[in-house]
């Protein structure tokens, strides 16, 4: 967005920066048209809805790892190693937290939730060896 502090609504009007807040712990940028703006606008209901306040905006402040992310994801070898990442590492995932329920560590301190990690992987590696011997089997080879 550069040096320019304001919005322009649908309607043509000005929306000019009135501050930063934290939204749901997301900085956010708060822009914000003059109430005299849209006291005669035919939009205003749809704009500003029943209140009797002016129209306001919110954009997100994204971090730079969001940025670098997005620049990244913009050439083709990076969306090629994500898209391998998804088929490899996201299966596990959705399998342990979905399938089986396995949401909260019923355990605590770092050894025990390592045990009982190591033993979720285990029960998935061997679910898997299950699987993959039992087509290897049913199809004749």
């Known amino acids: 967005m550069g040096q320019q502090e304001a919005l322009v609504c649908p ?8 501050g930063n807040r934290k939204h749901h712990g997301i900085e956010c940028r708060r822009y914000q048209a003059k109430e005299a703006d849209c006291l005669g606008c035919e ?9 009797n306040r002016a129209r306001s905006v919110e954009r997100a402040i994204e971090p730079e790892t969001v940025q670098s992310l997005a ?6 070898a990076a969306r090629a190693l994500y898209k391998r990442r998804k ?3 996201e299966w596990p995932h959705l ?16 050894y ?6 190591l033993w979720v992987a285990l029960a ?8 993959v011997r039992r087509t290897a089997i049913a199809i004749p080879t």
Do not use: D, H
């Open 11 to 18: 309607e043509g009007q000005r929306l000019e920066w009135v």
């Open 124 to 131: 998935y590696n061997v679910e898997q060896l299950m699987r």
């Open 43 to 51: 939009a205003r209901n749809r704009c500003c809805g029943k209140r």
């Open 87 to 89: 088929e490899v590492a």
């Open 112 to 117: 025990k939730v390592g045990l009982e990690g």
């Open 71 to 76: 620049q990244r994801m913009s050439e083709p």
């Open 95 to 110: 399998w342990i937290k979905s399938l089986r329920g396995f949401q909260r560590f019923p355990v605590r301190g770092i």
